[in-house]
């Protein structure tokens, strides 16, 4: 599919008759997405036993035939860069990444390249069959660039839909590891605060009673000199979810420049060893794979620079 305009040739399966063709055709070609599909149809790409079929919307048959053509999908317009890769799996629907920290996941206003999209686009040269028929990665989530970790890309529409299908439902496995300033009383617990803008600086986020629900549930892992080692379970996956909420309880992550209120000791320590993020990192990463449906999960070690900060700072 990646190399000019290519054809497939579907059969309705027998579960399948009474379905809306767009549904029907996404059960019988694992590849594309139910709304690649339904635009497919749509555009007049998918010839059916009475000719093009226009309605996405229209009954599927029991053993009818389709051909669907897929025209090459369109050039991406971020720039392939040979960026080097931590490459955790891959396959051909999808790829997970060790994130370094540093690495911006998306080209934005002031990181137009030097990203993890830049650095897939080369990786999946070749590979990446289409979302929404332009050849990118599609990324479900991010993380920030200052935070290492897992983070995973879909190289499919299929793929993508699949994903973003588990993310919304809330149903994907996340789990970071901060080290945060002081010691948590009790040990474990759970945030439900929403998150929004900052009304306020519109660079930070905020609890704020008109935001979107978060949920953060975290159990202190060990206690260390005047800080913790804390595991946190995303429940929602909101910007700076781990970061506000560990701070609303009073333990910043240790080096968070925005919003960090370490305490002057830390300050001094954290200069002291060139520590100058926030200590997080995406370490374990659990969904079900959105096209062959079996369980997947995934772990990653801290990175050198937190288990030296966790070193020092060990009772």
């Not at 759970?190 to 953060?216: F, H, Q, Y």
Request: proline letters at 6%; aromatic letters at 4%.
């Amino acid at each position: 599919m990646n190399r000019g305009v290519s054809s497939i040739e579907a059969q309705i399966a027998e579960a399948a008759d009474g379905w809306r063709l767009d549904r029907a055709l996404a059960d019988a070609i694992p590849t594309l997405s139910r709304e690649r599909l339904k635009a497919l149809i749509a555009s007049g790409q998918v010839q059916g036993p009475e000719g093009l079929a226009r309605d996405p919307a229209r009954k599927a048959l029991a053993g009818s035939i389709f051909t669907v053509t897929v025209p090459e999908p369109e050039p991406a317009h971020n720039e392939a860069q040979d960026i080097p890769l931590s490459v955790a799996y891959e396959d051909e629907h999808l790829i997970v990444v060790d994130k370094p920290a540093g690495l911006v996941v998306h080209p934005a206003a002031g990181n137009l390249d030097g990203t993890l999209v830049n650095a897939l686009l080369h990786h999946c040269a070749g590979q990446l069959s289409g979302i929404g028929g332009v050849a990118r990665p599609g990324i479900v989530h991010r993380i920030d660039k200052d935070t290492s970790g897992l983070i995973v890309a879909a190289k499919t529409d299929r793929a993508h839909e699949g994903l973003a299908r588990q993310f919304k439902d809330h149903s994907i496995d996340r789990r970071y590891l901060a080290i945060v300033a002081g010691r948590l009383s009790p040990s474990e617990g759970s945030v439900d605060a929403p998150l929004a803008r900052s009304p306020s600086n519109r660079k930070k986020v905020a609890i704020v009673s008109s935001g979107k629900r978060a949920v953060t549930h975290y159990r202190m892992v060990r206690p260390l000199r005047e800080a913790a080692l804390v595991e946190c379970r995303l429940e929602t996956g909101r910007t700076h979810q781990v970061r506000v909420h560990m701070t609303s309880l009073g333990h910043p992550l240790l080096g968070d420049p925005v919003y960090g209120r370490t305490r002057p000791a830390h300050r001094g320590m954290l200069e002291t060893l060139g520590f100058r993020r926030q200590a997080l990192h995406a370490a374990e990463l659990g969904f079900i794979h959105p096209v062959k449906s079996h369980a997947l999960a995934f772990r990653s070690e801290m990175p050198a620079d937190m288990q030296e900060l966790l070193g020092k700072l060990l009772v």
